[in-house]
């Protein structure tokens, strides 16, 4: 027995690699290395816990097995074995003997299943987006037929509407079988109490037309009738709409832990007694801005606030069935023509409209999503070639035993089945985990940045992206681990063994294979990096970009007073002249100012300016503004810089309201 021999496995174990050994007539490396990869075989199968006279029957016999091995040692090719069909028993065997050489390799196991997890899971979140903004349908009845109703002036933007052309927009029945009304600019905080702790709420303006619109009825009770946003019933008030309410599910369970009895009870929201009528079911929200807790009636009474020139109100509608958005738009524009004729009011202005979806997604964050599911497309690729690279390695560590294994008689589709089935494990444990690693990526960026998406979208783990993560499971398999299994089934056992000996050097073709793999890596890097680039110095841009205001130190809150507590203009003005001051008198505070609108809030309010007060029907003379109302010193604190002339807080605000800055 020569030094290094099996002895210390069991002794008929040892007998049988003894004849191997001796009928194979190898020596020095060789010898050494067959020996080690026969002990490998053997002790992989004892700690499977195969028995030494299975391993024994399944090897067959010894002489024969050393003279094929002294064959494939002295040829650089050998006879392609006889096939024989796989059943599932062998198939099953193949798959359990890749999960035990995967586990003796856990530390490369598991970096291939992290990095294939680093692109799954990025391609999981963008494309669980995607699926949301782009491919899922709007959570309401027929969304195809759900429009986003503007107004326009010529080809000039488009902007909200006006109360009196709501109620005129209603009549064209030909075109729109319903539509809705809500007060634009935002929902508004209001305080809820009535029950044993006050709870601050989110409260949107709607009328009855929005609920029928959308098509989706109260869970409990009844939304609101047309004549709720039209003042008849008792207790309308113009400021706050009829005394009635609509609840969301959230609050609903919150408040009122899911009763049933609740409708007809009563609830106060700042200061105004409401009657709940309804509520709507789970997941019900506004097709535009945040999830409302609370629906009150929208005042539409001509008059009030819903002048000819006051527009403010966000619209949708539905059309007509089988009615497309082009025809719609040109009996709109017959209808409003008809109608400037008797409504001089209306003015140039014009209908507009959009699909809602379309409305919500806009151009900028469909192009963005796309640019962006194009670079975690990339990314995939990058980290399956680097899977491929460590697969490759890890092959190429083993090319003795697949080398000893072939010339046992494991034709080439068996050790190639042997390698892939490594490779699907490696890339099905990368696929599980990146889905999850997705979804839960994406659960966060929803929490902590929930205007990254419109409102309406619902990321879901939908049939389509668990479809999707096993397609970008395969297409990892087959990129980290087909190439590999087929250049490594391919490679003869003679050149193999002499390349994968002791001193040996890898093949050129197996060099070949590796080159590739790394070039390919680089060149997918490079075009990440150059985009990555390119993104940087956009950033870098924006960062120059001068906003006109010093936004570094600047802390703002919201104030919402509610007309039943604070009547009157002068008692607003005392409670903002209180707050200023309590506010500047706090520590490390520079200045206080008070706006109507922050900078760059993403809203506006739209004045008509005109640059000939002389002549005030003279339209040539008309443009618009977008103003802001400000209070205090809100120049200074918001770090607008005046180029010219008065500060704000040199100007008395209570007397100036017929100065402004420009």
């Known amino acids: 027995m020569r030094s290094g021999g099996p002895r210390d496995l069991a002794p008929e174990v040892g007998a049988c690699i003894d004849r191997v050994l001796a009928a194979a007539g190898l020596e020095g490396d060789a010898r050494r290395d067959v020996l080690a990869d026969l002990r490998a075989h053997f002790e992989d199968g004892l700690a499977a816990g195969r028995s030494a006279a299975d391993l024994l029957e399944r ?12 064959e494939v040692w002295g040829r650089t090719g050998r006879e392609r074995p006889r096939r024989r069909r796989m059943g599932w028993g062998r198939w099953m065997g193949e798959v359990r003997q890749a999960a035990r050489t995967l586990r003796r390799s856990g530390a490369v196991s598991a970096m291939v299943v992290a990095t294939l997890a680093l692109g799954i899971g990025a391609n999981t979140a963008v494309f669980t987006a995607l699926d949301a903004v782009l491919l899922q349908d709007l959570p309401y009845p027929d969304a195809d037929r759900l429009v986003r109703v503007y107004e326009r002036e010529g080809d000039v933007g488009f902007n909200y509407l006006r109360g009196p052309v709501i109620q005129a927009y209603r009549e064209w029945d030909d075109v729109f079988t319903d539509l809705g009304a809500l007060y ?3 929902e508004v905080g209001g305080d809820l109490t009535g029950g044993d702790l006050p709870e601050r709420v989110v409260v949107s303006s709607a009328d009855a037309g929005l609920f029928a619109t959308l098509g989706v009825p109260p869970l409990l009770g ?23 309410a609509v609840l969301s599910h959230a609050l609903w369970q919150r408040r009122f832990s899911g009763a049933a009895d609740v409708i007809g009870r009563a609830i106060e929201i700042d200061g105004v007694r409401r009657e709940i009528i309804g509520v709507m079911p789970q997941g019900f929200t506004n097709p535009v801005g945040s999830q409302p807790d ?30 497309t958005v082009q025809a719609a738009r040109a009996r709109l524009a017959a209808h409003a023509d008809a109608l400037a004729r008797v409504r001089p009011e209306i003015g140039d202005w014009r209908p507009a409209i959009l699909p809602l979806q379309e409305d919500l997604v806009g151009e900028s964050r469909r192009t963005m999503l796309w640019v962006l599911a194009g670079a975690v497309a990339l990314v995939l690729l990058s980290t399956c070639v680097n899977a491929g690279n460590l697969i490759f390695a ?16 494991a034709n080439r589709a068996r050790l190639f089945v042997h390698l892939l089935l490594e490779s699907a494990l490696l890339a099905v444990g990368g696929g599980v985990a990146g889905l999850l690693l997705g979804w839960g ?3 966060g960026l929803m929490r902590v940045a929930p205007e990254a998406l419109p409102a309406l979208t619902r990321p879901t783990l939908s049939p389509r992206i668990l479809l999707l993560g096993f397609a970008v499971t395969g297409v990892a398999l087959l990129l980290s681990g087909l190439v590999p299994a087929l250049r490594l089934s391919r490679t003869p056992p003679a050149e193999a063994l002499r390349s994968g000996g002791r001193g040996g050097t890898e093949s050129r073709r197996l060099r070949s294979v590796r080159s590739g793999l790394v070039i390919t890596q680089l060149a997918v890097a490079l075009a990440l990096v150059v985009g990555a680039g390119l993104l940087v110095r956009s950033f870098a841009s924006l960062r120059q970009v001068e906003l006109g205001f010093q936004p570094e130190g600047v802390l703002t809150f919201e104030v919402h007073l509610p007309s039943t507590r604070y009547p009157e203009g002068a008692d607003r003005v005392r409670f903002h002249r209180t707050l200023e001051q309590q506010v500047a008198a706090l520590p490390g505070v520079h200045a206080v100012g008070a706006t109507s609108w922050l900078p760059v809030n993403g809203r506006y309010n739209i004045w008509g300016l005109s640059t000939d007060p002389g002549d005030l029907e003279n339209d040539d003379g008309w443009s618009q503004a977008d103003v802001r109302i400000i209070a205090g010193d809100y120049f200074d604190a918001a ?18 309201s017929n100065v ?3």
């Not at 009844?222 to 009635?244: C, H, I, K, Q, Y």
């Not at 009474?301 to 069935?321: C, F, H, I, K, M």
């Open 184 to 186: 634009t600019y935002r």
């Open 660 to 662: 402004l800055w420009i």
């Open 441 to 443: 990526a994406l659960k």
């Open 294 to 323: 609370v629906w009150v009636p929208q005042n539409l009474r001509e008059g009030d606030r819903n002048s000819w020139g006051n527009y403010y109100l966000t619209s949708v509608a539905r059309l007509q069935p089988g009615l």
């Open 394 to 409: 890890r092959a190429l560590a083993r090319s003795r035993e697949l080398a000893v294994r072939g010339a046992l008689g």
């Open 639 to 656: 770090g607008i810089r005046v180029l010219r002339g008065a500060q704000a807080a040199d100007v008395d605000m209570e007397g100036a």
């Open 222 to 244: 009844r939304t609101f009738r047309p004549e709720e946003s039209l003042g008849s019933p008792d207790g309308f008030n113009a400021e706050t709409g009829s005394a009635v």
């Open 59 to 70: 090897f067959g016999d010894p002489e024969a097995a050393g003279r094929r091995i002294r």
